[in-house]
């Protein structure tokens, strides 16, 4: 939640502090700012609404090659000019922006800026305030900044200019990322490498309570007792058409679209030597030891793990829980003997997800994140990583990760189910191909599938998804689609719990999408649909062929039992759009939300 860029060199700062935040878009879109320094002084834009908005309020008259930028997703104060970043201490010497929340911020207050007016509703203010006090006090910059940090609680990622220091940017981070950029005669800060690939590929990583001094021609990184600290750059391995909409009208439909593609992607990236499917020993050493695997995760990732359980148990044997993240941490379940946890997240930053993680490290566990940003904080944090290979997923509704860990899941289960001496009866790589070339019929199937958009949810305030097994699953992910990105009111139910109380809310056209991919129940669930129908619902039933019968609305192409999920989820992705769109809703930018979650 929220992005942070800072840059500091020879040129003027502002597009490039603009388009960083432009990348960074998906962080967060209620407010953004950004303040430049020059020789004046410092400067600062800020703007309720998109990085276009502030586009809007910036002039072209202040420039200056020193600057920092902010967009923001509220956490403490509504959305407003006031609430957006960058903020201020009473004097203004002092500016920062930051992502994260400061747990202890009334303590701060309280304890420290009882006499002091603040300006914002925000946690943020709190921090440069504490700075201008201290500098204030007789600190130094550095050392107020420091003293700061070693007060707060929580988690942040802050960016700071010192009106007084032109040359510095101050940098701090705690459980939220950032990363510095390296140039020619320059330096940058950004949240993602993302935001910064314009400028440079060249990042350094910076770890949990370290200060970085960012000047335009050396970064140095120092522990808070101001120790020295040695870290070779990386290089962002983005290529910027994957980041880029190119013809497409939004991201959403880009990633929905690239779906064959990651899925042969991954298959590829998977396999070893004879095109056999591996994964590294330590992971499937750490599989085998364990007696009981806990999937923690959130929103659609947690979608994955429901039927990532499947696969696991069905192919490689091993019991599953499956937990939501944000209640796990704070309400253990009894744990088996020899537990281990399995975190599903596309972005590797959910801070729900990372709760747990630290607990179950301070247990002892061992833990394997599964997502698609290597360097991510889940994936640093955890003994083991395995990636997506998805590519940058920008629309905030989650596509092409989710067949992603579907794939990923389907070929943990399937290898440790080979280790395990247990025999899968399929060939998972040619499966693999079957469903890629499933997903690519689907996608080419946009007309019909709009169409369905359009019969069943054009004037409907809500809607109902039903399946049975797998099904079930892919339901709750169809409905959580629906409702981010159109704001229609859906549910997900297993078909067979409708009528348990929920089937009180059908009425005269509520609209019913029913998938009937899985054999053993196919009856079942079509005797669900019945019982809708018949209370006037208006009902679609999307259906695997074989199993199909005469007036479904949609028949997929046939592909393995088991795989059925990364196939059927393609229309309710399609449908899910077209239906946003229909309503004029924001498709990528859905209200409310951010792509990627850092705040409990
Ligand atoms: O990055 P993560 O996979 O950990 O994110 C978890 C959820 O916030 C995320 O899946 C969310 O539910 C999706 N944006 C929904 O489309």
Redesign the pocket.
């Known amino acids: 939640m929220c992005g942070i860029v800072g840059y500091i060199g020879e040129k003027d700062s502002k597009e490039i502090l603009l388009k960083g935040l432009e990348r960074l878009e998906y962080r967060g879109y209620d407010s953004a700012g950004i303040a430049v320094r020059n020789s004046e002084g410092i400067t600062v834009f800020k703007e309720k609404g998109r990085i276009a908005d502030l586009r809007g309020a910036v002039s072209g008259d202040v420039t200056g090659n020193t600057g920092i930028g902010h967009t923001r997703w509220a956490t403490h104060g509504k959305p407003s000019k006031m609430n957006a970043h960058p903020h201020q201490n009473t004097s203004d010497r002092f500016t920062i922006v930051h992502n994260g929340v400061i747990e202890n911020y009334h303590h701060l207050q309280r304890d420290y800026l009882a006499d002091v007016a603040m300006e914002s509703d925000t946690d943020t203010e709190i921090i440069v305030q504490l700075i201008g006090k201290f500098v204030e006090e007789g600190q130094t910059t550095q050392e107020a900044f420091s003293k700061a940090l070693q007060l707060m609680k929580g988690s942040y990622a802050i960016a700071l200019l010192d009106a007084e220091e032109a040359q510095t940017i101050f940098v701090a981070k705690n459980k939220s990322p950032l990363l510095v950029g390296l140039g020619e005669g320059f330096n940058v800060v950004a949240s993602d490498a993302m935001a910064m690939l314009q400028v440079t590929d060249q990042f350094v990583e910076l770890m949990d309570k370290e200060i970085v001094i960012v000047r335009k021609d050396s970064v140095d990184i120092l522990t808070l007792a101001g120790e020295k600290v040695e870290r070779a750059p990386f290089t962002a391995e983005i290529d910027m058409s994957d980041i880029d909409k190119g013809t497409y009208p939004h991201y959403m439909l880009k990633e929905i679209d690239e779906q064959p593609a990651v899925m042969r992607k991954i298959i590829q990236a998977y396999q070893g030597e004879n095109e056999k499917l591996t994964i590294k020993p330590e992971i499937l050493d750490a599989l085998q030891t364990a007696d009981r695997l806990y999937i923690i995760?959130?929103?659609?990732?947690f979608h994955a793990g429901l039927i990532g359980k499947e696969y696991l148990e069905k192919m490689a044997g091993i019991p599953v829980e499956v937990h939501v993240a944000s209640e796990f941490g704070y309400n253990m379940p009894l744990l088996s003997e020899r537990p281990m946890f399995i975190f599903?997240?596309?972005?590797?930053?959910?801070a729900d997800?990372r709760q747990v993680l630290v607990r179950i490290k301070e247990l002892g566990f061992p833990s394997l994140t599964i997502t698609n940003v290597s360097g991510s904080t889940l994936s640093r944090e955890a003994d083991y990583t395995l990636l997506l290979h998805a590519g940058p997923e920008i629309a905030?509704?989650?596509t092409k990760?989710y067949t992603a860990q579907l794939a990923v899941l389907a070929i943990l289960s399937a290898v440790s189910a080979e280790a395990r001496g247990r025999e899968l009866g399929f060939d998972l790589v040619q499966e693999m191909g079957i469903v890629a070339n499933a997903i690519q019929a689907q996608v080419d199937m946009k007309e019909e599938i709009e169409q369905l958009a359009h019969d069943y949810l054009s004037t409907t305030r809500n809607c109902f998804f039903i399946g049975r097994l797998m099904d079930y699953f892919v339901g709750l992910e169809g409905a959580?689609?629906l409702k981010?990105i159109s704001y229609i009111q859906a549910e997900g139910f297993a078909g067979g719990e409708l009528k348990h109380g929920t089937i009180a809310l059908i009425e005269e056209g509520t609209p019913v999408i029913a998938l009937a991919t899985q054999e053993s129940v196919n009856l079942n669930i079509r005797g669900n649909v019945k019982e809708v129908a018949a209370r006037g619902a208006n009902t679609m039933i999307i259906s695997m062929k074989g199993l199909n019968e005469d007036g479904d609305s949609h028949v997929l192409p046939p592909v393995h039992e088991l795989l059925t999920p990364l196939v059927s989820v393609i229309p309710l992705q399609l449908i899910s759009y077209y239906a946003a769109l229909h309503r004029d809703c924001d498709v990528d930018k859905p209200r409310n939300l951010a792509?990627?979650?850092t705040v409990e």
């Not at 995760?297 to 990732?301: L, N, R």
């Not at 599903?344 to 959910?350: K, P, W």
């Open positions: 995760a959130a929103g659609t990732s599903i997240s596309q972005s590797g930053e959910t997800s905030v509704a989650s990760a959580l689609k981010e792509k990627s979650v």
